[in-house]
């Protein structure tokens, strides 16, 4: 009788967060539409995000200089309190909220048209930290061909429940590998009339929607022909859906995604338009003066973007990791990928076509000075 016995050493691996040298961090998302930019500055240091004293950012396009602005920490805090509230890419808001402790917005001027070269050179902290990001190149304009509302009843394992579900076709760019990134955008604007009579004070809010539960490719017996695709990995957090055309090459998809359900408030967001026009305006004078009434308008906004490759599995990393269902502990590592040259962090140029739903306007009356949200 023979015995085997295998030995096997144990090597534990040091790891000190605090050994890791800071880096500079960038995150934007450039838009093609418009003529001015923002991008975000950081530093990412043991794993933690920490605040930058000043930052520097140099546009180029085509190899030529289009920008370079310069800008500190204390001067943005001094002349914009509010800048915190600014977000790191338009479409794509919630859970991308701006900590004006730790991230700083540099806006540059810089009209953009499809097929150009863009690059960006960064820097920090007196030029202490430097990066560059990759070269990117502006995509294409993408088109959104037909939107359409339903009302629709959703059946789930125990109960049911009904949805305003948006549908929209989207007809893919032919002869190319395509990818896309869509959102849905919750708009409110407010008109504040004051009990003096005064002049009305405007204010608006933009948030991006959950995409609740969407049709099971399962369920109809796997019916995702390019004639017909009605499902997409969107659920989860809504600022980072994506898909490519890869199901539906030079077809067109037919999106269905299911925005309020029977237990959402469809119409006007009065608790952030109220949030919204005491930040403006002020505590101590809103007291004083008081709200009569406020008339607000509604709308939804399908926002689709045509980007890069890389940007595709960027957004889906960010999905992954915002997931109810991600737990660190016991999934795979997610790998978040990265385009800054020296430095970490991403920034991406889209190209992007919006639908917009009005729905019915609301007001809300006072009586007198009490404000319900102060």
């Not at 909220?97 to 540059?108: A, C, G, N």
């Not at 920090?124 to 070269?135: F, T």
């Not at 003066?289 to 957004?315: K, M, N, P, T, V």
């Not at 917009?356 to 809300?364: A, G, K, T, V, Y």
Request: hydrophobic content about 40%.
């Amino acid at each position: 009788m023979t015995a085997l016995i295998v030995g096997a050493c144990t090597s534990t691996i040091d790891y000190d967060f605090s050994r890791v040298e800071p880096r500079l961090m960038a995150v934007g998302w450039l838009e093609q539409a418009s003529d001015v930019q923002t991008v975000c500055i950081s530093l990412s240091e043991g794993g933690l995000v920490k605040a930058v004293e000043d930052a520097r950012v140099i546009c180029t396009v085509n190899g030529k200089e289009v920008a370079d602005v310069s800008v500190r920490t204390a001067d943005l805090t001094e002349q914009h309190s509010d800048y915190s509230d600014w977000t790191v890419m338009p479409l794509m808001s919630d859970g991308l909220k701006l900590d004006h402790h730790r991230q700083l917005p540099v806006t540059f001027p810089a009209s953009l048209r499809p097929g150009d070269k863009v690059r960006l050179q960064f820097e920090a902290n007196q030029g202490a930290y430097k990066a560059a990001s990759s070269e990117m190149t502006v995509p294409e304009p993408v088109s959104i061909a037909k939107v359409d509302t339903a009302r629709v009843t959703v059946r789930h394992i125990d109960w049911t429940d009904r949805y305003l579900q948006l549908r929209a076709d989207v007809p893919d760019r032919k002869g190319e590998e395509n990818w896309y990134s869509i959102s849905l955008r919750n708009i409110s604007e407010g008109w504040y009339s004051f009990l003096d009579g005064g002049p009305d004070l405007f204010v608006s809010v933009d948030n991006t929607l959950y995409i609740h539960d969407l049709d099971d490719p399962v369920l109809l017996d796997g019916n995702m022909g390019a004639d017909d695709l009605t499902f997409f990995d969107f659920s989860g957090n809504g600022s980072f859906a994506c898909f490519s055309d890869q199901m539906f090459r030079d077809g067109t998809a037919h999106l269905k995604m299911n925005a309020f359900s029977s237990w959402n408030d469809e119409g006007p967001d009065f608790m952030s338009l109220g949030a919204e026009v005491l930040r403006r305006y002020g505590y101590i004078e809103a007291q004083e003066r008081g709200f009569d009434r406020c008339r607000a308008a509604h709308r939804l906004e399908i926002r689709l973007s045509h980007c890069s490759r890389d940007a595709y599995f960027y957004l889906r990393a960010l999905r992954t990791i915002s997931s109810d269902g991600y737990e660190p502990a016991i999934v795979e590592p997610v790998t978040v990928p990265s385009n800054i040259e020296g430095g970490i962090g991403f920034v991406e140029v889209l190209n992007t076509a919006a639908a917009r739903i009005d729905l019915p306007s609301e007001e809300e009356y006072y009586g007198d000075w009490r404000f319900p949200y102060l």
